[in-house]
């Protein structure tokens, strides 16, 4: 038996208001483009933006696009939820490796609890927001 799970893209949501150091990702997704922090002293990603390296604290961070594809290491499907999602449930929110090594957590979309699995490939869904800038959630590849 498929098992529906909702998308929660009807949901209005509040566009963020950037940080400084998180401006730049939020541009991006003007575009529908997905780029991440890169710590060019560890060799390593990190998300969501933060001022500092995760690693060693400094402040030497890249910008990198990313193809924000990857696989599913984690998930758990929302039963009861709070306002503004109460009403919505089921829905389902993954934790996703990039390709790259990074993790990150969003909403999966246009996928049933069926096919939701372990392992399960994804890309970027962008869901459009009022000001322009899009949130990024993911569906099966």
């Known amino acids: 038996m498929m098992t529906a799970l909702n998308d929660t893209l009807t949901i209005p949501r509040e566009p963020p208001r950037p940080r400084s150091f998180s401006q730049a990702y939020w541009d991006a997704t003007r575009e529908k483009r997905l780029i991440v922090q ?51 449930e089921p829905f389902a929110i993954g934790l996703v490796t990039l390709d790259e090594g990074v993790n990150v957590m969003a909403n999966i979309v246009h996928c049933s609890r069926d096919r939701l699995k372990i392992g399960l490939r994804v890309k970027p869904f962008w869901a459009p927001l009022a000001n322009g800038t899009h949130l990024l959630m993911f569906e099966p590849d």
């Open 38 to 88: 890169y710590d060019k002293r560890s060799g390593k990603y990190q998300f969501f933006p933060r001022a500092t390296s995760i690693y060693d604290g400094h402040r030497d961070l890249d910008w990198r696009e990313v193809s924000g594809k990857g696989e599913v290491f984690s998930y758990t499907i929302a039963h009861r939820a709070r306002p503004p999602f109460q009403g919505h």
